[in-house]
């Protein structure tokens, strides 16, 4: 029996890695023959955005379903039931694991998604994301995170929600980097409320200390489950003190973090 178990991670492994190469493949497929012939149906821009991301929303859902059927992560997006308001608002996520961002996409409407300023300007995934009108993360300058707040104004004025992962990277095993505030400046300045989202992932994969070449020995359990709202007039227009308030209540839901942790939450970066 001993030998059984590392038989079937290495199985793991070979079948996640194959699936990722199916997911970039896709990807680029998507990117410069699909969501461009898709694009030549014409209609408004939300209309061709909505077209393209449904397209998008379906192969996430079958990228997921690829992943469940081959025992890499026991999750199902068609089951999540994220709790967005029917206008816009400000969706802000945890990101424990690399999959978090299809897991919600997947299950979302049609969002606008904050994304790595790399990745946006690429040749594999770049033409998808501008024809799902998501907004290119920048560099981080204070020109980048202006045009970033611009957008996402946009966005929201268009009706669309926005989604932010605000930690700008994966998070710690059982706790969260520092906040930045620019999701809660957008919904300060757009005065919609902020929907906060829990991504969950055990035993960890697909995360900082557990790289996709490390299978767990059980199937890893992936969620995403509503957490709660806030409203940026309950914080008087002060986006610091509202990104605060959102991380203390991730703290109070995630397993593991010792109490001291909670004391360093006012320290956030700037947006």
Known sequence: MSLLVPAGQVLRVVLTAWTFATFYLGGLMLSWVV???????????????????AIVRGAFRLFHDGMRWGFLLKADPRSTR????????????????????????AAAPTVACVVKGPLFRGLLLGNLLR????????SGTSADNARVLAEAAERLAAGLPVLVFPEGTRSPENGLHPFKR????????????????????????????????????????????????????????????????????????????????MAGLATLQPA
């Not at 994220?82 to 996409?105: E, F, Q, S, Y």
């Open 82 to 105: 994220l709790g967005l308001p029917a206008g816009p608002c400000v969706v802000v996520c945890n990101h424990p694991t690399l999959v978090d961002v299809t897991a919600v996409l």
């Open 182 to 261: 620019g999701a809660f400046e957008m919904a300060v300045r757009a005065r919609v409320p902020v929907v906060l989202l829990l991504a969950r992932c055990q035993p960890p994969v697909l995360a900082k200390t557990a790289p996709w070449y490390r299978a767990p020995r059980t199937v890893p359990f992936h969620a995403v489950e509503h957490l709660n709202v806030l409203h940026s007039a309950e914080f008087s227009g002060d986006s610091k003190a509202m990104a605060a308030a959102a991380a203390r209540l991730y703290y109070a839901r995630i397993e593991g973090v010792p109490a001291p942790a």
């Open 131 to 138: 024809h799902c009108w998501h907004v290119d993360g920048g």
């Open 35 to 53: 969501l461009p012939l898709a694009g030549l149906r014409g209609g408004d821009r939300l209309a061709r955005v909505a077209r393209a991301q």
